[in-house]
């Protein structure tokens, strides 16, 4: 898995600059000073400052602290604006680690405010391409490959896959899940307003 800090492509602000902002942006909109957040967290103020100064790389346990300091999930400092079609590797995504525990997350995707998710548990054969018909306006669908290959995603460009691999994309269009090997597993979400 990558760190947090891992540093991204040229151009694009770094994760940890991304989560800096997110976290300050949360501190502010929640009407709290530095002060108050690192007490109501139980973290020090000067670790408070350089994380919102894009300095560090904050411990599962710190964010969480943070969160629920707060009163928001916290998945709220790893939101990113929605994407028509998102790929994150096996190896890729923004991770955190435990302090104590041979333990790391990777965000795939948050839940936004309203929205329903359904969960499915998919076992796909090669053979005939599965090919699903639009959904309504604003579905998105989110698969995780657990075992296998398999061309996901849009019908206009699927995308191949491979076992620990995420998508998400608009389910607004005709989109296809074509299995490459015997028994391929997956994970899906499918989510709705």
């Known amino acids: 898995m990558t760190d947090i800090t891992n540093t991204p492509p040229r151009n694009n602000p770094s994760r940890i600059d991304l989560l800096a902002l997110s976290i300050k942006r949360e501190r502010l909109a929640a009407g709290l000073s530095l002060t108050e957040l690192a007490k109501r967290a139980g973290v020090a103020k000067s670790t408070l400052s350089q994380l919102e100064s894009g300095i560090g790389n904050p411990s599962i346990e710190t964010l969480w602290s943070l969160a629920m300091a707060m009163g928001l999930q916290v998945t709220r400092f ?6 028509p079609l998102r790929v994150i590797r096996a190896n890729e995504g923004m ?19 309203g929205v329903q998710r359904d969960i499915y548990r998919l076992k796909v ?39 620990g691999d995420y998508i998400s994309y608009l389910a607004n269009v005709p989109h296809v899940f074509e299995a490459l090997e015997v028994d391929t597993t997956a994970v899906m979400v499918i989510e709705h307003s």
């Not at 790893?78 to 994407?83: C, K, R, V, Y």
């Not at 333990?103 to 936004?112: E, G, K, Q, R």
């Not at 005939?128 to 849009?154: D, F, K, M, N, Y």
Request: charged residues 10%.
């Open 78 to 83: 790893f939101e990113q604006p929605q994407q």
């Open 95 to 113: 991770t955190t680690y435990a302090e104590t525990a041979n333990y790391a997350a990777t965000l795939l995707a948050d839940c936004p405010a």
């Open 125 to 163: 054969q090669p053979g005939e391409v599965r090919l699903s018909q639009p959904h309504p306006p604003g579905t998105v669908e989110h698969v995780v490959l657990c075992s296998g290959s398999a061309h996901i995603g849009p019908a206009s460009g699927p995308v191949l896959l491979n076992a």
